[in-house]
């Protein structure tokens, strides 16, 4: 058994350290050096080249280094037989709730506003709501956005949160599309944290910010093809958001002549809201392979069919 990693953005060695050290036994190898690649039985990656999974007659399994698998589940090269196995939280969630209240506190605390005036060089003293009466919507409730609801609520913003089934949330939750429209409405900041899927893909559209309250305003820390960029800008323009953070892109890095770039109202960050801990992602992947050679059902096991 060898397992075949790439992580793109590993530049330091210091996940492949974690999962050596996490998996002494196990031979893992480091594309390109794959050495006989009929002995490679799994993979562990973030981000393979198109040309990763050639010749790996044998795969069997794909250990993710990640929370969101599109990347695994349009890769060219990858078999759609093959299971994926995913990291839950291992690290991000406290990144990520902190990614997420800086954004919050930012809309809440008029910044879009007062540094527009600050540019005109405007004594523009604002009053501040409180937090307490600017409720967030967070699209998802899974490992992330979970996490990120409770840091949130702790801070004194009422929660509303949104997704496929029916669970136990902090605050209001919604369920579905039935429910969307209502979910919108009470929702002054939204935050995206659903999987890139069939049907979340282009969701940041204009129905749905015409569906927001006046002024509101949206952080997407998800995936980039969850907003149609257009859309975005006309709702900027129009005052009927008054402003964005935005994390992830279509196509990353952000090329140079994005008009997102350039945008006084949107607030960008190069895919930083919440990297997994080496450590905790190691463990993970150690524990699944565990689960997979006991034949249990590993935690983070994508469903295919529903795309996460
Ligand atoms: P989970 O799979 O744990 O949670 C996904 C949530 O989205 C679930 O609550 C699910 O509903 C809901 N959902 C999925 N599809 C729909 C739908 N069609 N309608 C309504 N709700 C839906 O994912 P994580 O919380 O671990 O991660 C979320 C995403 O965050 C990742 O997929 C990734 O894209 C992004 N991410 C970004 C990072 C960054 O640094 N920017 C870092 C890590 C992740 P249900 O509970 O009913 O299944
Ligand atoms: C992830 C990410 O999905 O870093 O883990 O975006």
Not at 70 to 94: K, S, T, V, Y
Not at 124 to 143: E, F, M, N, Y
Request: hydrophobic share 40%; net charge negative.
């Amino acid at each position: 058994m060898a397992a075949l990693y790439f992580c793109s953005d590993d530049n330091n060695g210091n996940m492949l350290r974690a999962m050596q050290q996490a998996m002494p036994n196990l031979d893992i190898r480091v594309w390109p050096n794959t050495g006989n690649k009929l002995e490679i039985d799994c993979a562990i990656v973030w981000m393979p080249p198109d040309d990763f999974f050639d010749g790996l007659d044998n795969l069997a399994h794909v250990y993710s280094v990640s929370a969101g698998v599109d990347h695994l589940l349009l890769h060219p090269g990858l078999r759609h037989d093959i299971p994926l196995i995913r990291l839950f939280d291992a690290g991000m969630g406290d990144k990520m709730a902190n990614y997420v209240l800086y954004g919050a506190l930012h809309a809440q605390r008029c910044m879009p506003e007062l540094t527009l005036a600050q540019q005109a060089r405007n004594w523009q003293r604002t009053a501040i709501p409180d937090p307490a009466s600017v409720p967030i919507g967070i699209l998802g409730a899974g490992a992330l956005g979970q996490k990120v609801a409770s840091h949130l609520s702790l801070n004194g913003f009422p929660i509303n949160q949104w997704s496929r089934s029916a669970k136990q949330t902090i605050g209001s939750h919604f369920i579905g599309d039935e429910q969307l429209p209502a979910f919108l409405a009470a929702s002054q900041i939204l935050v995206c944290l659903l999987p890139l899927t069939a049907n979340t893909t282009g969701i940041l559209n204009e129905k749905l910010f015409t569906g927001l309250p006046d002024g509101a305003y949206v952080i997407n820390p998800g995936r980039g093809q969850h907003l149609v960029v257009d859309d975005l800008l006309k709702a900027l323009d129009s005052g009927k958001l008054k402003g964005a953070m935005l994390d992830v892109f279509e196509t990353e890095p952000l090329p140079e002549d994005s008009p997102l770039w350039h945008h006084e109202r949107i607030v960008i960050t190069p895919h930083i809201a919440a990297a997994s801990t080496t450590t905790e992602s190691a463990e993970q992947v150690a524990q699944s392979m565990k689960d997979v050679v006991n034949g249990t059902e590993p935690r983070g096991l994508v469903d295919r069919q529903r795309g996460y």
